[in-house]
């Protein structure tokens, strides 16, 4: 239980920004994003090549390990969600094991999100926003932005509250059945100020946030709060050399209650636990570039100290029944560069991590009442990558690389062993990380005035981490371990077309084929699938812009069928279906646009497909949504 409970981040210095194109793969601009009007960022990345989003949790190309970057900063989905659509300045979507530039965390590619700078008008901008949903959902923002010589500054306020965005009707986990609408509410603030001088820039970005979650069950509910510390600092030593330094906080706090989850009667929803979470992470790093010509280069390091806390009491007594905490360094050297190559251009990268689990510990009360306690081990890997971009003709461009990622174990796995009812499981100082290697091959171009691409791609996971039983007997034996070995493979094909004057097609589809090919703990799964790992997914879009400021957008988007496990389930015994049908999504959206105000009506799942998205979550119905901007 506790290790369920027991989430460990690890965190990365900030990606390499090259002028070149030999590895970036998608790349959603400011300009982008307003004229799609999505509600939120993970809504925008579902309906993106390779990425699929289940459980809150975002996969791409059939492997797990997505890293998530803030202006340059580690983060997390739980930042994603916060931060608004109009905030963002540039989307970068990086495909394939990307732990070269990205660290841990990036063993299926890496998303790096850069916000708008302050400043950017030299009259202060204010900006008043309203939006309202036929599910009684509403949100209320306050930004405004100005400079002044050298000094810029940024300033964002929300008020949101979300009604009925998650059901789950039927589960063979008693647990997860809502009985009413799941619904939440939050405030933020975030804030920028900047000095942008001739050789000299500095940023300091300040945020927080207080959040509510009711989870569809009278007793599930949790209060959280996120509170932001970073700043960053550049010096131009002359025209081939910079420094770049960035400092940065993140603390995060979470306390709420969780029910029996006996079932749906009064004592299976009567409160049960009180649990808290708390965590903090500081993060530093510097880098040294130089660029000349074609050439550039990157060098560097970073630190980073990730502290977290968790417990649960009992809900009425508050007595303590569990606790585990723990202290993780990390550290890396990077070096990379971007060269050209005859007619191509290259790109080499490479970083070593270590990542020190200095001290690690989980208390039960049991009964019987034990305590594990741990540290010192150091879990080290290297992470190279090579990628070649090469021109074939006036339009196309070939594009081929071979990158590694990696994800690595959990501190409670390493040293804290469990006794429960019935079973022993043992500590696994000696486990490995999971290793990840990408290959893929692009032939991208542009004909009649449309561009896009396909991609082949195929990536091996190995040193799979899963629970092994190492003795059937009374009690079970069981034990972490590197059990096994995965195969994803496929291909990603995007297009965009001008049709008629002043209208847009864009279309995307994503095969992908996941095969356990080596599981020790469980043989029986070779060849099966991955859970949430569809193998089609498209994406079709439909935009219309005229020259008044009205603009209209039509999108389909397609999943295909996918598993809830990894026994690839179909129906279990008690009827519970575990493979999720495929379903397609209709939404349409209109814009108009004028100097000082800019209103937006869109229409989400106009059939109101019934679909499951996640592990026995049902998908958002059909829902009216309404945006109404003032611009002073």
Known sequence: MVRKFFLL???????????????VGTRITAADIAAERPAGLTELL????????????????????I?????????????????????????????????????AEAMGGAIAVTTRRAGGRQNAAVNLTQGLDSRGGSYNRVGGSGERAEL????????????GFRAVPHSPFPYQITVADEHGRGTSVDGKLAWNGSDVASSLNLKHSDNHSFFGRPNWAFDWQTDTARSQFSWKVNERWSLEAALGEDRYATAGVRDRGTGIDTAGLAADQWLTQNSRQLEASATLSWQDGGWQGRLGGSSIELSEQFSASDYASRALRAQADSLIRKEALFAAGELPLGAGRLELGLRRDWQRYVSSRVFDAGPPGQETRGGGVVKAATSPKIALSWPL?????????????????????????????????????????????????????SMAGGNGGITLFATRWQDKIAVRILDYGSPVVQQTQNVGEVLAHGLETHWSQPLFERWQLNANYTYTRTRIVRDQSAPQLVGNALPDMPRHKANLALNYASTAGFSARAKWRLVGSAYTDEANTVVDSQGYR???????????????????????????????????????????PRTLRGEFILRF
Request: glycine share 10%.
């Open 9 to 23: 981040c690890l965190f990365v210095p900030p990606p390499l920004a090259y002028g070149g194109d030999v590895d």
């Open 393 to 445: 003709g006036e339009t196309l461009r070939l594009r081929g690389s071979l990158g590694s990622g990696f994800s690595p174990p959990q501190a409670t796995q390493l040293y804290n062993g469990y006794v429960s009812a019935g079973s022993v499981t043992l500590a696994n100082p000696s486990l490995k990380p999971e290793r990840s290697t990408t290959a893929d091959l692009a032939l991208l171009g």
């Open 578 to 620: 575990w493979k999720k049908s495929a379903y397609d999504v209709l939404d349409l959206a209109a814009s108009w646009r004028a100097k000082s105000w800019e209103a937006t009506l869109a229409l989400d799942n106009v059939f109101d497909r019934d679909y499951v998205s996640g592990f026995f979550w049902h998908g958002e």
């Open 67 to 103: 890293a998530i970057w803030v202006d340059g900063f580690s983060s997390s989905a739980t930042e994603l969600e916060l931060i608004r659509p109009e905030q963002v300045e540039l989307i970068e979507i990086f495909r394939g094991a990307a732990s070269s530039r990205f660290g």
């Open 152 to 163: 810029a500054w940024a300033l964002l306020a929300e008020s949101r509250e979300d009604k």
């Open 46 to 65: 579902r309906q993106k090549v390779g990425l699929d989003v289940n459980n809150g949790s975002i996969t791409m190309r059939g492997v797990r390990g």
